[in-house]
């Protein structure tokens, strides 16, 4: 607050050197600007008072300055900035949309000033203005790629995902390698359609996805989904065999959905399969849903025997908890158990959460973006206290 403060005498001061400095020239321009000094005196004044209607006046002169000397420019565009940082959104807005509509100003001081204008709709929350801006700005020579960035920025937000493809693909022309972000942005679309029922749809975006990122796990996860949706079980094991040979550390998260297929068939396979993927992995959410199924597909003193032996050979809090969790559940009338299972799954999910490898941001569930950064892929697929014992690394 005390630099917004400094900033506000600080600006129109400078404003005001910025002009008298320029004195040596004065004569020639005389004519020309004739009445700026006027307009700079009561533009300040308005402006330095507390009064909203004043200070609107005050825009007005300095509209006028610039419009007798277009030198001014840079001053303009530090006030723009100012009502900007202020949360007087209303004025920047004048402010620039008057400097961008000036035709005999350089393309260069215009394209400024439409950044700026983009800027000004983008943080008062009017995305479609801010759109529209962004894609005006991609119009002027050297801005292309900072208003698609923008641009694909606002789509994400606002979940349009077409958009964001459409945007990201101009920008691969630019040089820029987006086929990760392209590949999630299907993905989206995929979901979208497939809550929708729209299973052929939601079909096409799988394919697009992969077109764009043969091995996007997610991809592949949601083409093995469409497949079950289809009651094509076989295309399902295929597709999640795909992620298991092409990106291994993200088999935790599909082992569960797989070993329930391969059960259909083959109890005693997906048992195996299920303590493979735990051995590799130590995902606790492996063994969890290890030690839930082996309790109805074998019996519990297999499962518990499992748990047990999950626990000597990686402990941790979270594999106790399941332990316990298994102990609670075989003798109901157990207080101590039951309680020691309370406790123990409280405190295990306070610890075993993912995060983001760029901001560090940390989670419950596992994300493809992250929610702090924003980046696609940026959480590893297991849980912080269980990546530094996994076999993949
Ligand atoms: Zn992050």
Redesign the pocket.
């Known amino acids: 607050m005390e630099f917004e403060l400094w900033y506000l005498i600080a600006v129109p001061i400078l404003f005001a050197a910025g002009w008298w400095l320029r004195g040596v020239d004065f004569k020639q321009h005389k004519k020309a600007t004739e009445g700026i000094d006027e307009h700079y005196a009561k533009g300040l004044s308005l402006l330095l008072s507390d009064d909203p209607v004043k200070a609107d006046k005050a825009i007005d002169l300095f509209i006028e300055v610039v419009r007798l000397d277009p030198e001014t420019i840079e001053l303009h565009h530090a006030l723009g900035n100012l009502f900007r940082r202020r949360g007087q959104f209303d004025r920047a807005i004048r402010l620039h949309s008057f400097l961008v509509n000036r035709a005999e100003l350089p393309e260069k001081e215009r394209a400024l000033a439409m950044a700026e204008l983009a800027l000004d709709y983008l943080k008062s929350g009017m995305y479609d203005r801010a759109e529209s801006a962004y894609e005006q700005l991609a119009g002027f020579k050297g801005r292309e790629v900072e208003a698609l960035e923008a641009l694909m920025h606002i789509y994400c937000t606002e979940r349009e995902w077409k958009k964001a493809v459409e945007t990201a693909e101009r920008l691969q022309k630019s040089g820029k390698d987006l086929h990760v972000e392209i590949s999630h942005y299907y993905c989206e679309l995929a979901n979208l359609a497939r809550c929708t029922k729209d299973a052929a749809r939601a079909s096409e975006f799988v394919t697009s996805a992969l077109k764009a990122n043969p091995d996007n796990p997610r991809a592949l996860s949601l083409a093995a989904d469409l497949a079950l949706d289809a009651g094509k079980p076989q295309d399902a094991l295929a597709a999640w065999g795909q992620i298991e040979k092409a990106k291994p550390a993200y088999a935790p998260l599909i082992a569960a959905k797989k070993a329930d297929v391969m059960a259909e068939t083959d109890k005693a396979a997906a048992m195996k399969y299920l303590k493979d993927v735990f051995a590799q992995s130590g995902s606790v959410d492996v063994l969890t849903a290890a030690v839930a199924r082996m309790s109805v597909w074998a019996d519990a003193p297999t499962a518990a025997a499992f748990a047990g032996e999950a626990l000597k050979n990686r402990p941790s809090l979270s594999a106790f908890s399941v332990l316990c969790n298994l102990r609670a559940k075989a003798d109901p009338d157990d207080e101590q158990a039951k309680l020691l299972a309370e406790v123990t799954t409280k405190q295990s999910k306070h610890f075993a959460r993912y995060q983001?490898t760029?901001?560090?941001?940390l989670a419950h569930t596992f994300a493809w973006q992250?929610p702090?950064?924003e980046?696609w892929d940026?959480f590893p697929p297991l849980r912080v206290d269980e990546a530094k014992k996994a076999s993949y690394h």
């Not at 760029?358 to 941001?361: L, T």
């Open positions: 983001c760029h901001c560090g941001f992250c702090g950064c980046r940026s």
